[in-house]
């Protein structure tokens, strides 16, 4: 026997509203975080011996949707896109759109060239190269002899 899960007042199906309010998730941390982090690009970072390499998960964008700045320390990628299609027929007109962007930031580590970050998209990745740094060799310590 299967169960059928009613709303408080016995409907199967109730009102949107009611269903909206009874929610026992409505206005939790849980379901604010959620829905938000839902709308975030995945993202991987990968520290390799002369630089980093940051990979985001953003398919359906174009290159021309980016917007990438480096400022005091902290790296900004945002995107934006929008989309309206219209369809006029003899009996109806349709008309859809749609609309999507995120921003995200992100700390440059210390040891980075942020004038010299690399940007590449391709197959629904962005890829984007921080060079290093070179190292600071720290010398041994040498004495000097007073003549």
């Given at each position: ?21 009874e ?11 959620r ?9 991987n970072?990968?520290?390799g ?16 949707d ?20 219209n ?12 609309y ?34 070179e ?6 310590k040498?004495e000097?002899?007073?003549?």
């Amino acid at each position: 026997m299967k169960l059928v899960k009613t709303n408080r007042n016995g409907n199967l199906f109730p009102s949107l509203l009611s269903n909206f309010f009874e929610n026992d998730n409505f206005l939790t941390n849980n379901w604010f975080e959620r829905d938000f982090n839902q709308s975030l690009p995945a993202l991987n970072v990968k520290e390799g011996k002369n630089d980093f390499a940051i990979d985001f998960a953003v398919p359906g964008f174009k290159k021309s949707d980016f917007k990438i700045t480096a400022e005091n320390g902290i790296l900004t990628i945002s995107a934006e896109k929008q989309e309206e299609k219209n369809e006029e027929k003899k009996h109806f007109t349709r008309k859809e759109f749609s609309y999507e962007s995120f921003i995200r930031s992100v700390q440059l580590p210390e040891n980075s060239i942020p004038d010299k970050i690399d940007a590449k998209y391709e197959d629904g990745i962005l890829k984007l190269m921080l060079p290093k740094k070179e190292a600071s060799v720290v010398k041994e310590k040498k004495e000097i002899k007073v003549g």
